[in-house]
């Protein structure tokens, strides 16, 4: 069978196949852990940190596996992981399963994470990598979107169904792979080139000393640790505001899990046009670096945060969502290409790295100290808390603009 299939076309299936489990999953799990485990605000938070801290810290380690041993072993590992992650939650519903789940889950990802695109780029000898990752992505979007219906019938017939099958699906994936997946191109990473703990650290304090004294750098940092700060609870908690605080239009007695569906599929059709949009706009104008577009788009979503925590009433809350949704999706892209164009390719990837820990520091800071807000007070004052964690990115980036228009931003 893996014959007739080039390896192209299997990191397709990989990339639609996986992204259509995760949706599974994903659209169901938020309603699964309130409705049915009846979890707080905190707890609800804190399963976000446990996921986000499990990926922290094992994503060097797992790297090991997949320099030194091989990628599709360290792929398979993963899917392996995560499906029985899912499984274990769908299947016991308990808070301490749902903890389990996401320490398992997110070792599970760190296995998986980036070994999937090295081992493409090298089956492909780093050719054609462009396309086929941009083919990878549109392959995902159209069945994230698939899986969010298939999920949304199931889950509302039981809630837990879709997660189960999304877990069971991850097994089945990983065995499937074992008879697809070639790895004919897999060179070893000698000893003292593997990534370890001594390497993170050594990477960590390189982005540092890169950074350390250059202004813009120094705020794309402190950009990257709000984005953390305030994304976690937000994410988190944006579901329980509609079912705790909004509630749902009696529609057809439509279950809440319907709505959630509605509204994941509406947001992704909605930020997959707008996205389309924005980058067509900006590449006919040549205006990809202008840094006011990154600072509206802020101010938006800030606002949109504000009225989406002070809503009420559905049609508020579906509006401002949609509406925070489509310009965080909006903002990712054009924040990282102003962000890398800026960076001088040597240190590039250096310092990415480093912005990339930051933002996993925020997240596991941040969404303790909004969900214990959210178990205190309110989630509707969680979340406008969040914005106005969120809200210093506006300045710092008003402030970035008087670096626009420099050869080099790293100079600076």
């Given at each position: 069978?893996?014959?007739?299939?080039?390896?192209?076309?299997?990191?397709?299936?990989?990339?639609?196949?996986?992204?259509?489990?995760?949706?599974?999953?994903?659209?169901?799990?938020?309603?699964y852990r309130i409705n049915t485990i009846h979890l707080?605000?905190?707890?609800?938070?804190?399963?976000?940190?446990?996921?986000?801290?499990?990926?922290?810290?094992?994503?060097?380690?797992?790297?090991?596996?997949?320099?030194?041993?091989?990628?599709?072993?360290?792929?398979?590992?993963?899917?392996?992981?995560?499906?029985?992650?899912?499984?274990?939650?769908?299947?016991?519903?308990?808070?301490?399963?749902?903890?389990?789940?996401?320490?398992?889950?997110?070792?599970?990802?760190?296995?998986?994470?980036?070994?999937?695109?090295?081992?493409?780029?090298?089956?492909?000898?780093?050719?054609?990598?462009?396309?086929?990752?941009?083919?990878?992505?549109?392959?995902?979007?159209?069945?994230?979107?698939?899986?969010?219906?298939?999920?949304?019938?199931?889950?509302?017939?039981?809630?837990?169904?879709?997660?189960?099958?999304?877990?069971?699906?991850?097994?089945?994936?990983?065995?499937?792979?074992?008879?697809?997946?070639?790895?004919?191109?897999?060179?070893?990473?000698?000893?003292?080139?593997?990534?370890?703990?001594?390497?993170?650290?050594h990477t960590f304090f390189e982005g540092i000393k890169?950074?350390?004294?250059?202004?813009?750098?120094?705020?794309?940092?402190?950009?990257?640790?709000?984005?953390?700060?305030?994304?976690?609870?937000?994410?988190?908690?944006?579901?329980?505001?509609?079912?705790?605080?909004?509630?749902?239009?009696?529609?057809?007695?439509?279950?809440?899990?319907?709505?959630?569906?509605?509204?994941?599929?509406?947001?992704?059709?909605?930020?997959?046009?707008?996205?389309?949009?924005?980058?067509?706009?900006?590449?006919?104008?040549?205006?990809?670096?202008?840094?006011?577009?990154?600072?509206?788009?802020?101010?938006?979503?800030?606002?949109?945060?504000?009225?989406?925590?002070?809503?009420?009433?559905?049609?508020?809350?579906?509006?401002?969502?949609?509406?925070?949704?489509?310009?965080?999706?909006?903002?990712?892209?054009?924040?990282?290409?102003?962000?890398?164009?800026?960076?001088?390719?040597?240190?590039?990837?250096?310092?990415?790295?480093t912005y990339g820990q930051m933002d996993a520091l925020?997240?596991?800071?941040?969404?303790?100290?909004?969900?214990?807000?959210?178990?205190?007070?309110?989630?509707?004052?969680?979340?406008?808390?969040?914005?106005?964690?969120?809200?210093?990115?506006?300045?710092?980036?008003?402030?970035?603009?008087?670096?626009?228009?420099?050869?080099?931003?790293?100079?600076?």
């Amino acid at each position: 069978m893996n014959r007739k299939l080039s390896q192209s076309a299997v990191y397709l299936i990989y990339s639609g196949a996986t992204a259509l489990f995760f949706s599974l999953v994903f659209t169901v799990s938020q309603v699964y852990r309130i409705n049915t485990i009846h979890l707080n605000p905190f707890q609800l938070v804190l399963v976000g940190t446990v996921l986000e801290t499990s990926c922290f810290i094992f994503e060097v380690p797992t790297g090991i596996v997949a320099d030194m041993k091989s990628r599709k072993v360290s792929i398979i590992i993963g899917i392996i992981l995560i499906g029985v992650a899912f499984v274990i939650e769908g299947s016991i519903p308990v808070f301490s399963a749902v903890i389990a789940s996401q320490l398992l889950w997110g070792l599970g990802y760190t296995f998986t994470s980036g070994a999937d695109d090295a081992w493409i780029a090298d089956e492909l000898g780093g050719k054609g990598l462009d396309a086929i990752y941009l083919k990878g992505a549109q392959v995902s979007q159209l069945c994230s979107f698939i899986g969010i219906i298939i999920s949304t019938l199931i889950g509302s017939i039981r809630v837990n169904i879709p997660m189960i099958i999304g877990g069971i699906s991850f097994l089945a994936l990983s065995v499937i792979l074992v008879f697809l997946m070639k790895e004919t191109s897999f060179t070893p990473a000698p000893a003292e080139g593997r990534n370890s703990w001594q390497q993170m650290r050594h990477t960590f304090f390189e982005g540092i000393k890169f950074i350390k004294g250059k202004p813009v750098l120094v705020l794309m940092m402190a950009i990257a640790l709000l984005y953390g700060l305030y994304s976690e609870g937000f994410d988190r908690l944006w579901i329980a505001h509609f079912l705790s605080d909004t509630g749902f239009p009696n529609l057809m007695e439509m279950k809440p899990v319907v709505w959630i569906g509605i509204i994941d599929g509406t947001a992704m059709l909605l930020s997959i046009a707008a996205v389309e949009y924005i980058k067509r706009r900006l590449e006919k104008s040549g205006e990809l670096d202008r840094v006011w577009i990154l600072t509206l788009i802020n101010v938006f979503m800030v606002a949109a945060m504000i009225f989406f925590g002070f809503s009420g009433n559905f049609p508020l809350a579906l509006s401002t969502y949609l509406l925070f949704y489509i310009l965080r999706t909006t903002n990712g892209p054009i924040y990282r290409a102003w962000r890398n164009k800026n960076i001088k390719s040597e240190v590039r990837a250096t310092v990415i790295s480093t912005y990339g820990q930051m933002d996993a520091l925020g997240q596991i800071i941040g969404g303790p100290i909004i969900g214990f807000i959210a178990l205190k007070t309110s989630i509707s004052t969680a979340i406008v808390v969040a914005s106005v964690i969120l809200s210093p990115v506006i300045m710092l980036l008003i402030y970035g603009s008087k670096f626009t228009g420099n050869k080099s931003f790293i100079e600076s």
